[in-house]
Structures are given as C-alpha cells and as structure tokens.
C-alpha cells in the first residue's frame, strides 16, 4: 500500500473532502491532519468485545484515536465494528454497548454534537426484501436492533448498510436482469412495480435501499437516515464470475455517482440522497478468495486508475484521471448514416483538421467509418478540453481510456503522458510507517462536495 503521505496526495488531487478509515490508523491520521478531509475511523471487529464489555476502554479508545487527533485531523464519524451481526455474532451481544460506551466517552469530551456514532451491517439481515414494503429485519436480531435503533435515533445518527448488487445478481440465477443492478436507464414497463405501494423501481440498489427504511418501520422507526456504507463492482473475475469486467465496473460505480449526485433519492424517499460509500478505492492483490476479491478497487497501489468512471455528465467531480488519457470513439454498432452525419459535421462546422484522413495520409488506413469518425470525433474532444457533452455526436460517440492511435497515426490525447499522478506530484517516501489500507468515500451529505473513505481492508469510496 501507499504512505499515508502518498494516500493523501491523491485524495487532494481526486478533490475528495471526506474519507473513512477502516481502522484509527495513527500515520493515516496525522496524515490526514490540515487537510480540511472529513475523516470518518472505525473500531475493528477484533476490538470490540473489550470495547462492549469496559466503558474506560472505550474512553482510552476515544482518547488515543480521537482526542488525540481531533479538531487537526477532521473525525466526523465512528463506525463500531463492521457487519458484526453476521461477522463476528459472538460479539453482537455487547454491540449496543460499544455503541453507548463511545458516545459516552464523546459526550465527556465535548465531542458528540460533531462526531456521530453507528455500526455497518450487512443486506443480509433484512429478509423478504422485494417488493421493498415487504421487508422485515430477521427477527431473531431484534433484541440488538430495536436498541441499536433507538440509540441511533436519540443521537441523530445513521442506519448504516452495506448494498452489493452484484451479488444480488450473482445469486439471483438469471432473475434479476443485469441493466437493473448496474443503475442503467430502463423502459417504465421494464421497471419493477412493489404491488403494495405502487412504486416503481428501475435498480437494485434503490429498492435495498428502501428495504431498509420498510424494515425500520416494522420496528415503528421512521426518522433515521439510511447510509449506504459500502457498494461497488469487481473489475475483474474468475470464468464463473463473467460479469465481474471492467464496463460493467465502470458503469455500476460510475451510474451510481450520477444517481447520488443528482440528488434523485429512491422511490420512497425522492429528493434525499442518500449517502454512499463505493467500495473501494484501492485493488488489493493480495487478498485470498476468488480473482474478483482482489479487483474492486478504482486505482491500483500506483495510484493509476483501473478504468475511468463515465462522468462527463456530472462535471469533473471524481474523474479519477490521473493521466489525462481519455479518448472519444465511434460506439460499437453505430448507425453508419448517423456516424456519417456526424462525421461530417465534426469536418465542416465542428472545425475539425481531417487532412489526416485524405487517402495517402497517416490516418486513411483502415479506410472505414467508424476509424474516420473516431479520428474526427476525439480530435473534436480535445480540441473542446474534453468539456461535458463534447463527445455524444447525438449518441453515435462514447468515451474510452483505450488509445486508438495506430501506426503513425497519433491521436489527440495520447502525447507522452504515461507518468501517473504519483509518479509526480507525491514526494517519495523511504520510510515504513503504519497505514491503513482504506476504503473510498464520496459524497453530498451536507454539502455537494465529493467524499472519501480509507480503511483497514481497502478503500471505498462515498456518495453522500
């Protein structure tokens, strides 16, 4: 893994304003110190019991990894633990506790006004969850719930949840379409209706969504934010696992951000955002499991992207193109009369130098419409600063971080720019101090600014 140092130069760069920690790691928050970065940490599995059954250990927690720290380094939230009811259901008795034992310790420090408190669990403990009006929590957790609910909801905190689609659909046998888990525009009749209320769902990932809030009003609990604390999509997977591919990567995470952003909400609660965080930020190719397991981050341990998010249509926010090399094409299956079209306008009005195209010149060869429009329209792309909107051509054009330069024939955008953003804006650093593998956050919760997350097992990142 990168420095902290390191670690923080790219959120900086990625403009990222929040991020998580999975554990308190000291070197990633003295990093993160004056930075402005809202941090979010975590309380790993393995310290809970000690923390759940001792109020002075959760004090001494709070002293060494917040007070320590804060206001320097920006904590705004503690998560305790992660998915312990499913993970570590040993520790799930003491739970409530942990939770009680660190507000505590905040409020003794005057900290628990800026700083909230929740624990991430799993999808899995809400059953029946489709249509979403149906779902319930597995009763059987309902001693820990309705008391974790009610500290939630007296200290203005947060259902957290972990949403993973891609396994919804993994599991789903060929039920669920793959459009509906990657957040892609779908036909009203494709829509999935919920009988009991009428609403209408175009993704998995907004009827979890309000699965959760349906399951929390079971239990008569109607205030509580829900946030999303992790989500994503493998890049990359073993043969039985074809849908874990870099497109489908790209357009989940990339979907998804747009969706947040655009403050859509979900059917249930239009309007509200809801707080994301895409899981994750940095691949881990070390981690045991099948090839998907080591593939779900944005960035390798370089820094460089695995692909770049699709975000021509929300600004710049979260580009993740450390290299500038992105390129316009002709889209596969294209209507030749329409690339034609546009072809023609990018060499007339669109202002475009097409000489290279003339026979004879570096770019005639391969001598088709689709290679002459990909020339005309990523010369058209750069020569507009790869601004929103500059590659569409009415549909027929698309963006890729595939460079099509061929021969000698050199495209816009390709140059000599093969240094990553770590090759050369990061100071190197010689030494080993500690670090946490983080998690990468993104988010408007209270603010349109972009957030991030670092944590213990990788990165994710957040849509608030």
Request: charged share 10%.
């Amino acid at each position: 893994m990168p420095h902290p140092t390191q670690v923080v130069a790219l959120l900086k760069a990625q403009q990222i304003r929040h991020v998580r920690l999975y554990n308190a790691d000291r070197g990633m928050l003295l990093a993160l110190a004056n930075t402005g970065i809202k941090v979010a940490i975590s309380i790993p599995n393995e310290q809970l019991l000690g923390i759940g059954q001792s109020n002075s250990t959760a004090a001494n927690w709070v002293s060494q990894n917040v007070v320590a720290h804060y206001p320097a380094t920006n904590i705004t939230t503690i998560c305790v633990g992660s998915e312990v009811l499913t993970a570590l259901p040993n520790a799930a008795r003491v739970l409530v506790s942990a939770l009680k034992f660190i507000q505590s310790a905040l409020v003794a420090s005057n900290l628990d006004k800026q700083i909230k408190v929740s624990t991430p669990l799993a999808s899995s403990i809400i059953l029946d969850s489709f249509p979403p009006s149906q779902a319930f929590f597995n009763h059987s957790w309902n001693p820990v719930l309705i008391p974790m609910l009610n500290f939630l909801q007296s200290t203005g905190s947060y259902f957290m949840i972990n949403v993973y689609p891609y396994f919804d659909y993994m599991q789903s046998n060929g039920v669920i379409p793959l459009d509906y888990t990657l957040l892609k525009p779908l036909p009203s009749n494709k829509e999935a209706v919920d009988a009991n209320t009428l609403l209408h769902y175009s993704n998995v990932f907004d009827a979890m969504v309000d699965a959760a809030y349906f399951a929390m009003a079971y239990l008569n609990f109607t205030n509580i934010p829900v946030m999303v604390t992790e989500t994503g999509w493998p890049s990359k997977g073993d043969s039985n696992e074809p849908d874990a591919t870099l497109d489908n990567a790209n357009t989940y995470n990339s979907n998804l951000i747009k969706h947040v952003l655009n403050n859509t909400g979900t059917p249930r609660h239009p309007g509200i955002s809801v707080s994301t965080y895409i899981y994750e930020l940095y691949n881990e190719d070390t981690k045991p499991g099948p090839v998907s397991e080591k593939n779900w981050g944005l960035f390798d341990a370089n820094g460089v992207p695995v692909y770049i998010l699709h975000l021509t249509g929300s600004g710049s926010v979260l580009a993740n193109d450390t290299a500038n090399q992105t390129f316009c094409t002709a889209k596969d299956g294209a209507d030749a009369k329409m690339l034609q079209a546009a072809l023609d306008w990018a060499c007339g009005p669109g202002k475009v130098d097409c000489s290279p195209l003339l026979q004879g010149q570096a770019c005639y060869e391969p001598d088709n419409i689709f290679a002459h429009a990909t020339y005309a329209f990523n010369t058209y792309y750069h020569q507009m600063g790869r601004t929103p909107g500059s590659c569409d051509f009415n549909g027929v054009a698309t963006i890729t971080t595939t460079n099509p330069s061929h021969g000698s024939c050199i495209y816009l955008g390709s140059g000599d720019k093969n240094g990553t953003l770590l090759n050369s804006t990061i100071p190197a650093m010689d030494s080993k101090s500690s670090y946490s593998p983080a998690k990468f956050v993104y988010g408007n919760v209270f603010s349109a600014a972009a957030y991030i997350v670092v944590g213990v097992i990788g990165w994710i990142a957040v849509l608030l």
